[in-house]
């Protein structure tokens, strides 16, 4: 399995960007689907975007046009983009892997075999 740590969490008001990292133990461009899942407490952790080896992306729906997934392969570092971020993008944010290629649903949780710790975001009003 690879190790993943996350980084860039923070607390930013309504409107506000930041961005997010998730450093590899070792490359993943070519071997690893890569997503961000974000998580509150009490609720199901939710996919927020991934990326395949071919490059392709996948988003949910409430963050189209506002967050971009994005790696860099020479770094082994997956990134979220987050802009117009809102208070309800407040959430615990995890990176994850997936062996490519993928079968299952992008969002599907049960599918990725490594998590990162989690980063924390929080957007006030």
């Known amino acids: 399995q690879v190790q993943l740590v996350e980084s860039g969490g923070g607390s930013v008001q309504a409107g506000g960007s930041l961005r997010l990292s998730c450093a590899a133990s070792?490359?993943?461009?070519?071997?690893?689907?890569m997503a961000w899942f974000r998580q509150v407490p009490g609720k199901e952790r939710e996919g927020v975007a991934n990326i395949n080896p071919a490059g392709s992306t996948n988003y949910a729906d409430s963050v189209k046009g506002r967050f971009t997934i994005s790696q860099d392969n020479a770094k082994n570092t997956l990134y979220l983009q987050m802009d117009s971020l809102k208070p309800e993008d407040t959430a615990l944010y995890y990176c994850a892997a997936a062996p490519y290629p993928y079968s299952g649903s992008w969002s599907n949780p049960g599918g990725y075999s490594s998590w990162g710790q989690g980063t924390q975001v929080t957007v006030s009003s």
């Open positions: 070792s490359h993943t461009a070519s071997t690893y689907c």
